[in-house]
């Protein structure tokens, strides 16, 4: 037996004891121990008895995981895949050492520690297993197999815990934690970009479809939205809010019906305003430039319309981006023109809600812009993938507290000659589009566990 299966035997024994005192002295209060030999008291006992046994839950059992998937390339066939999530939760629930992460039998922990499920991190650990174990830093070998390192750099942006933390959890220095959490950030952004690639002519067709289907609006191609994540460059969150040196980066982010990501663009500074973000990101000038959006259009009472996004109200209205209709007179076409496309933005915000679902970005990133870049990047790609496999561990049930640009003051507006020509064409498109827009007599959208919203009424 070697030393980390020793390690593993010995930590599960100790366990179990620990459980078989509890249930052989029920009568005891269990928060409190008291030694018969002296008087005094160990206090709160009970809490440190569960942290222990939480600990051992989350030990090393990906080593466990490791095997059980080489085993499975080796002796079982591809289609051998109907273990539950429980099933495999029970598999992983005996650890093999502090250093190994281990799985409580609860299948609800995975989603706690690493916002997927065992079968999806299994999958993605398969994946990712030749480009996390290839490099070191330098110094000895880490000596570390693709689970431990996507098990680190997953808890930190799941839980959003610190790196002492998250080294004490792990078995593993601060330093490795902190080369984990990056080398993960790189791996995603570097070699797996494309899962947030923008649809080519032919995919975008399903997507507009969806759009079609859900509020009888056609042509649309996605949804865009801008949010911001706190950002704290020393490291000490209390410290820089006293100073009020908090700052925040913004992310624009275009969506489909079902909240996929088709694009996403962070690093500006949280103080530019949406459109502001819009114009200096690639979407903005490859949009304009003719290389996107550029299928033909569809005819809608004579009226040619274009590819297009929708937007909220911080947007211009624009022959391809369509903003709500500004006091619309109840019962027209314009005010259900504004419910179906509030309809479609929903996608949106649930996207968000989802992003600052995980924990690394729904509290203050610490670091630099890169660091905040490379978690915002990272959960995105990751928020897809998940989509991808239909594991819905990480996204919102809730659209949280984004609200929508519904005041007309808050409407962007520019006076320009050449702005209201471009919005008196627009404004065309828009007009013959509110004819096509269903009917929608509730405000209150349910979202189907696939992420999209559906339509309560037409």
């Known amino acids: 037996m070697n030393s980390r299966s020793l390690a593993a035997f010995l ?9 078989l005192l509890l249930l052989l002295f029920p009568s005891s209060n269990p928060l409190t ?32 995981l490791r095997i059980s998937r080489k085993r499975k390339r080796a002796h079982q066939p591809e289609s051998d895949s109907e273990s539950t999530d429980e099933d495999r939760a029970d598999e992983l629930g005996t650890g093999v050492g502090r250093a190994e992460l281990g799985l409580s039998r609860n299948p609800d922990s995975f989603k706690l520690c690493f916002k997927m499920t065992s079968s999806t991190f299994e999958w993605l ?33 799941a839980t959003g815990s610190d790196y002492p933390e998250i080294s004490r959890r792990f078995g593993v220095s601060e330093s490795v934690t902190r080369f984990c959490v990056k080398q993960l950030c790189r791996v995603l952004c570097t070699n797996f970009r494309f899962w947030l690639g ?75 305003g949406d459109f ?3 114009k200096s990101s690639s979407l903005y000038k490859d949009i304009e430039g003719g290389s996107l959006l550029n299928s033909p259009p569809v005819y809608v009472n004579g009226v040619a319309i274009n590819q297009y996004l929708v937007g909220d109200g911080g947007y211009p209205l624009l ?32 996207t968000i809600a989802s992003l600052k679902n995980w924990g690394g970005l729904s ?59 471009i ?28 992420g999209s919203v559906q339509l309560l009424s037409i």
Not at 11 to 19: F, G, N
Not at 423 to 449: D, F, G, H
């Open 11 to 19: 930590s599960s024994l100790i366990s179990e004891l620990l459980l």
């Open 33 to 64: 121990i008291t030694s018969s030999s002296n008087s005094n008291s160990y206090e709160n006992i009970f809490p440190l008895i569960h942290h222990f046994l939480s600990s051992s839950e989350i030990v090393a059992s990906l080593s466990i």
């Open 125 to 157: 650990s398969g994946l990712l297993e030749p480009l996390l174990e290839c490099r070191d830093p330098p110094g000895p070998p880490l000596n570390l197999s693709a689970e431990i390192r996507l098990g680190v750099g997953l808890f930190r942006l």
């Open 198 to 272: 923008f649809p080519n002519p032919v995919e975008l067709v399903s997507v507009s479809t969806a759009f079609e289907d859900l509020t009888g609006l056609p042509n649309c191609c996605g949804v865009i939205g801008c949010t911001r994540f706190k950002l704290v460059r020393d490291g000490n969150c209390e410290l820089s809010k006293e100073k009020g040196i908090e700052e925040s980066i913004a992310a624009q982010i275009v969506v489909d019906s079902s909240s996929r990501i088709l694009s996403i663009v962070a690093g500006f500074r949280g103080e530019k």
């Open 276 to 278: 502001r973000i819009l």
């Open 319 to 350: 022959p391809w981006l369509m903003v709500p209709f500004v006091d619309p007179v109840p019962g027209s076409s314009e005010e259900n023109f504004n419910a179906a496309q509030h309809l479609m933005r929903l996608s949106a915000l649930r």
């Open 363 to 421: 509290r203050p990133i610490e670091g630099e812009f890169k660091t905040a870049v490379a978690y915002i990047g990272a959960c995105s790609i990751l928020h897809n993938v998940l989509l991808m496999r239909d594991d819905y561990s990480a996204l919102s049930d809730g659209l949280g507290d984004h609200s929508l640009h519904e005041q007309s003051s808050q409407y962007y507006r520019d006076t320009s000659l050449e702005e209201n020509l």
């Open 423 to 450: 919005e008196s064409k627009a404004s065309v498109i828009r007009s013959a589009l509110a004819t096509k827009a269903r009917q929608i007599r509730s405000s209150n959208y349910p979202i189907n566990p696939s």
